[in-house]
């Protein structure tokens, strides 16, 4: 009696085994044969923002929302690795908006000298033709174009805060017109940052050497 209950144990174990191998192989390479369980494994692809008419939200019902993925609110400004240059400038090109520039603005990078050193690179193609090479207002614009000389960064600019430079920057100010279409809102921070180090309010000390040579 017992060997025949293992023999039939043993004849369903085989017959199971059989269907298993048999139904995993198969003609078609890329196929895995028989899988178990495989999406304990094996996830659905979902794309984003596509209705795939399954997906809702329980907490909130009345939007029926049956996309994979929630869309932006209207006038979402989207993150990337420039996202302060696609940040919008929202500060008046006013006399009030000047202040407030001057008292609520800082710069978003530290005053490195690899900051520095990108600002004067963009300083002696934007700025020193009219601010001269050592920020004396002294560029050839003003020596040999006789036009009406900026104040000296280390003397009547001196405690110019870095808001307003930015801010000048972008709308132009006085004679000097706008430069927010030839330097991103990055680049004219770091114009900011050699400034300072000409204005004499930071630690480091501005070499003016490659400047000067531009100029001359």
Known sequence: MKLTKSIYINSVFATFLAVITLSSCTRDAQSPGYEYMPDMYRSPAIEAYVDYGEIRDTLHPELNQTISTRKPVEGTVPLTDI??????????????????????????????????????????????????????GDGPVITVGGHPAP??????????????????????????????????KSQRWKIVAYIKTLQGNDTAEADTTEATEMSN
């Open 151 to 184: 104040q000296a960064y280390d003397a009547g600019l001196k405690d110019l805060p870095e808001g307003k430079m930015f801010h000048s920057i972008t709308y132009g100010k006085g004679l000097m017109g706008a430069h927010a279409s030839q330097l991103t």
């Open 83 to 136: 996202a302060m240059n696609d940040m919008p400038y929202n500060i008046p090109n006013t006399t009030e908006g000047y202040e407030l520039a001057g008292e609520i603005l800082k710069s978003p990078y530290p005053q490195s000298e690899e900051i520095i050193a990108q600002g004067m690179e963009l300083y002696i193609d934007f700025c020193l033709q009219c601010h001269g090479a050592s920020g004396q």
